[in-house]
């Protein structure tokens, strides 16, 4: 089962709103990453956690706080946002070789 | 120069066609290498993935390493309208954890 779940599928948020994003995979990989992507352009790294520690963190601005529970699940919270953060959040789990996304989520802020 | 090119296309190709996608990069410490294709509004499906040169075969879709002029390929044969999407090189040097540089994605459209 080569399967990252995903929720939600879409999202609407206002600017002061408080929201948070799931992952989940069941791989048994102990690395797990938060990627933002805009339109038409490659998915870009924001977080990496590895065996649930926090392992990379791409100058992100603090309204976004990575989460890791367990090695399967992984969360985003998500605070304050502005517009421009509006894009779709991909979750992805790791391998030695490789990296699996899931189906994302479409985040909107108004 | 980036770090990963990737023609952005679009490729236009008839039903049928064989597809040659490609990406070059700079960094020869990269070891692992991934292609991925990603539909519209859709998450990055890993087609293939290999470690330093060669060539590795999964139906209809081959990809090929060749590190010495540090170029990736990804052959499509057969293609079909169900193909067109966007294809993305993705390629990194770590272990344990990667951080993947993508290219820029090429966009594939197959006609029937």
Redesign the interface.
Same mark, same amino acid.
């Given at each position: 089962d080569?399967e &990252?779940t995903?929720t939600p599928k879409h999202l609407v948020m206002g600017m002061t709103n408080k929201k948070s994003l799931k992952c989940e995979q069941h791989m048994g990989h102990?690395?797990m990453?938060w990627y933002k992507q805009k339109a @038409? @352009? $490659? $998915?870009e790294?924001m977080f &990496?956690y #590895?065996y649930e520690k926090l #392992?990379?963190n791409e100058s992100v601005p603090s309204r976004f706080s990575p989460e890791c529970p367990n090695s399967s699940l992984l969360n985003l919270h998500l605070h304050a946002l502005q517009p421009e953060d509006s894009a779709?959040y991909?979750c992805a789990s %790791?391998g &030695?070789?490789?990296?699996?996304? %899931? $189906? %994302?989520t479409?985040l909107t802020v108004t | 120069q980036k770090e990963v090119e990737q023609d952005p296309g679009p490729l236009s190709v008839p039903e049928g066609a064989i597809v040659s996608l490609n990406c070059t990069y700079s960094n020869s410490a990269f070891q692992y290498f991934m292609w991925y294709r990603q539909y519209s509004r859709k998450g990055p499906e890993l087609l293939m993935y290999t470690y330093s040169s060669g060539n590795k075969e999964d139906g209809r879709f081959t990809a090929q390493v060749d590190k010495s002029s540090k170029y990736i390929s990804l052959f499509i044969r057969d293609s079909q309208p169900s193909d067109s999407a966007t294809y993305l090189c993705a390629m990194s040097q770590n272990t344990g954890f990667q951080k993947l540089v993508f290219g820029t994605g090429t966009r594939l459209l197959v006609s029937p």
């Amino acid at each position: 089962d080569t399967e &990252v779940t995903q929720t939600p599928k879409h999202l609407v948020m206002g600017m002061t709103n408080k929201k948070s994003l799931k992952c989940e995979q069941h791989m048994g990989h102990r690395a797990m990453y938060w990627y933002k992507q805009k339109a @038409k @352009k $490659p $998915p870009e790294l924001m977080f &990496v956690y #590895s065996y649930e520690k926090l #392992s990379i963190n791409e100058s992100v601005p603090s309204r976004f706080s990575p989460e890791c529970p367990n090695s399967s699940l992984l969360n985003l919270h998500l605070h304050a946002l502005q517009p421009e953060d509006s894009a779709l959040y991909l979750c992805a789990s %790791g391998g &030695v070789y490789e990296q699996y996304f %899931g $189906p %994302g989520t479409r985040l909107t802020v108004t | 120069q980036k770090e990963v090119e990737q023609d952005p296309g679009p490729l236009s190709v008839p039903e049928g066609a064989i597809v040659s996608l490609n990406c070059t990069y700079s960094n020869s410490a990269f070891q692992y290498f991934m292609w991925y294709r990603q539909y519209s509004r859709k998450g990055p499906e890993l087609l293939m993935y290999t470690y330093s040169s060669g060539n590795k075969e999964d139906g209809r879709f081959t990809a090929q390493v060749d590190k010495s002029s540090k170029y990736i390929s990804l052959f499509i044969r057969d293609s079909q309208p169900s193909d067109s999407a966007t294809y993305l090189c993705a390629m990194s040097q770590n272990t344990g954890f990667q951080k993947l540089v993508f290219g820029t994605g090429t966009r594939l459209l197959v006609s029937p």
